[in-house]
């Protein structure tokens, strides 16, 4: 089913989404790199602000196909889905607001900003699968393709004598 914030037929919210789940993910990589190594958390705490920012850009796309194709074109189970996938990563958001918040400075960590990254790491991760259901078991997103050929039930096999 096609996305409808796109351009030029590519879901923007699947294009925008990698940046804060990187950012992210490397936030919380650097932040225990940090703390083993006993060194700054700065640039931990620079990721995890584009994260919030990257994550509030790809969420306008997010919600216009949530409201615009989903809610009216896809199944119930569909938009059960795709409704955990839009709070699990608004709450991950939260979390990660809440942790930059928390640090001291961009330097140091508290245990309030390894609780709540923590926490956002959880739910970027399973809000990361619930997106990945939508796109993979749902085909939210995907156009639909005609005039192709359906693949074949059996994969041919090439003989090298055939190659030439």
Request: proline residues 6%; neutral net charge.
């Amino acid at each position: 089913m096609q996305s409808t914030a796109t351009v030029s037929r590519h879901p923007l919210h699947t294009i925008l989404v990698h940046f804060p789940i990187a950012f992210w993910v490397g936030a919380f990589i650097a932040d225990i790199i940090a703390s083993l190594s006993d060194s700054s958390h700065a640039f931990a705490a620079y990721l995890a602000l584009a994260g919030c920012i990257g994550a509030g850009i790809a969420a306008i796309p997010g919600a216009i196909d949530l409201f615009g194709t989903v809610i009216p074109k896809a199944s119930e189970r569909a938009r059960t889905v795709a409704f955990g996938h839009a709070g699990v990563n608004v709450a991950a958001l939260g979390f990660w607001i809440v942790s930059v918040l928390l640090r001291p400075t961009f330097a140091t960590m508290s245990d309030g900003a390894w609780i709540f990254s923590s926490l956002g790491f959880v739910f970027v991760s399973v809000g990361g699968y619930l997106g990945g259901r939508l796109v993979y078991e749902y085909r939210i997103g995907v156009p639909e393709l005609t005039g192709l050929e359906p693949p074949r039930s059996e994969p041919s096999h090439t003989r090298p004598s055939d190659l030439g």
